[in-house]
């Protein structure tokens, strides 16, 4: 069930952003009185299709395999167009005509990034406030003088409420200055500024959490831990480990968090436990040995078990926090967002092709699939969420100047504007073979990352 949502949602999401690329392409081209021929979501055998009653008669098609789409538009390099109507051909509009079509598919995807982001704000997001949690020793944030309950207000000039916020403005701010200006409301109530030094520390080395390497967690309220599910063939499985046990303990140890509990297990790879549960008010010891697993060279213990986090509602009333806005602001924060991330995806793009960040951030369609199928699951807001975020990275890869995407045509047009004259067939067509080559190589680092992922989380 798990898998078809997962796929389910992931054609949905794809099936949205290409249709709102092509209709950039599609409407801006109607505007300039170029002739649409097809208009169509996903390639193969059409399983919808409508023709338009109006002149043009143009066709509407929805095709089996939702991974693309294109706009067919009247262009004598395609085939012969009829004399009076060869004024309505791509190929004969004037340049500035065809790089506004272009740019359209690009800018529609920056349009839908603001939108979306903007109705998450008037629907509002469930959010926490930033607080920090357990500092690790010998760390940036340690050196920093950073402290149990901070309160993060600020980073440099960006003003900050939640702990999202926060993730996205530390990155921001470490690619444009790794030495960041962290002004916090202490445990107190006083406020101060620390400095956070980075400048030896690469956030973007690998793909492990980049906030978790300056040193810092966010601060969460003491929890009970839950089992959510137990996986077949699993050393909690054999145990007797039930979905709703409540984790009261392990070898005589109270553990308060999930994360305490996961280490203990993780440090204890083929050593006897003994697992205190509350089940349904009875409290029960099972033994078990986690299961010695190698992940990155690392030999770490696995039960096999899903855990979710229960909190006291007293204990989490001045830390979760509903964040929302009216229209206009709304529609302020999403253009700023959109703006700020299309921005860090450039640089973080950048520093891949320098190697300071590490090819295995990139991720491909499977790991989209699969944060597809959890937003679907939490609900809009997260769907819609991640719809913006894949959205404006669509529209930022487009405007590469690569040969195949749309960049490359504008690129193209641009020298065309220069030199006053298009660029010749031969130099598209090597151009073509050299973008699909680079798509190419991309897209089987991205799949290589995605499985990658998938079997460190299935020995999980």
Known sequence: MTILIAVLAFFVAIGILVGVHEFGHFW??????????????????PIWSYKSKDKDG?????????????????????????????????????????????????????????????AIQMMGIDSARPYVGTITAGTPAAQSG??????????????LESSTQVRLALLTEYL???????????????????????????LLADESDYFVKTG??????????????????????????????IVIGVDGNKTLTSEAFSDYINSHAGQSVSL?????????????????????????GMIGVGLARKYDEADIKDWLFKREAPFFEAVKIGTSETWNMSVMTLKVM???????????????????????????????????????????????????PIPMLDGGHLFYYLIEIVKGSPVSEKVEAVGMRIGMS????????AIYNDIGRQISKFVN
Not at 28 to 45: C, D, E, N, P, T
Not at 217 to 226: E, G, K, L
Not at 276 to 300: A, F, H, Q, Y
Request: glycine residues 8%.
């Open 350 to 400: 950048g520093r891949l092709i320098t190697g300071e960040a590490s090819i295995k951030n990139l991720s491909g369609p499977i790991t989209i699939a699969d944060y597809a199928g959890k937003s679907a699951t939490m609900g809009l807001t997260a769907f819609l969420g991640l719809l913006a975020i894949i959205s404006l990275s669509l529209g930022v890869l487009n405007l590469l």
């Open 276 to 300: 205190m549960v509350d089940r349904k008010g009875t409290e029960l010891s099972l033994n078990m040995t986690p299961r010695v697993t190698e992940i990155e060279g690392v030999k770490r």
């Open 146 to 159: 950073f402290e149990m309950k901070d309160k993060i207000l600020a980073i440099n000039d960006v003003s």
């Open 438 to 445: 680079l798509v190419g190589v991309l897209m089987v680092v």
């Open 28 to 45: 801006v081209a109607r505007k300039l009185g170029i002739k649409i021929i097809r208009f169509a979501i996903g390639f193969g055998k």
């Open 58 to 118: 143009t066709e509407y098609v929805l095709a089996a395999i939702p991974m693309g789409g294109y706009v067919k538009m009247l262009d004598e390099r395609e085939g012969d167009v009829p004399e009076d109507e060869k004024h309505r051909a791509f190929n004969r509009q004037p340049v500035w005509k065809r790089f506004l079509v272009v740019l359209a598919g690009p800018m529609f995807n920056f349009f839908f990034a603001i939108a979306a982001f903007a």
């Open 176 to 202: 444009k200055n790794p030495v960041l200006n962290i002004h916090v409301q202490t445990a107190t109530g006083g406020k101060e500024t620390r400095q956070l030094d980075l400048t030896s520390t690469s």
């Open 216 to 245: 810092m967690n966010f601060w969460r309220p003491a929890h009970s831990t839950i089992i959510t599910m137990v996986k077949d063939d699993s050393a909690a499985k054999e145990a007797g480990v039930l979905a709703e046990d």
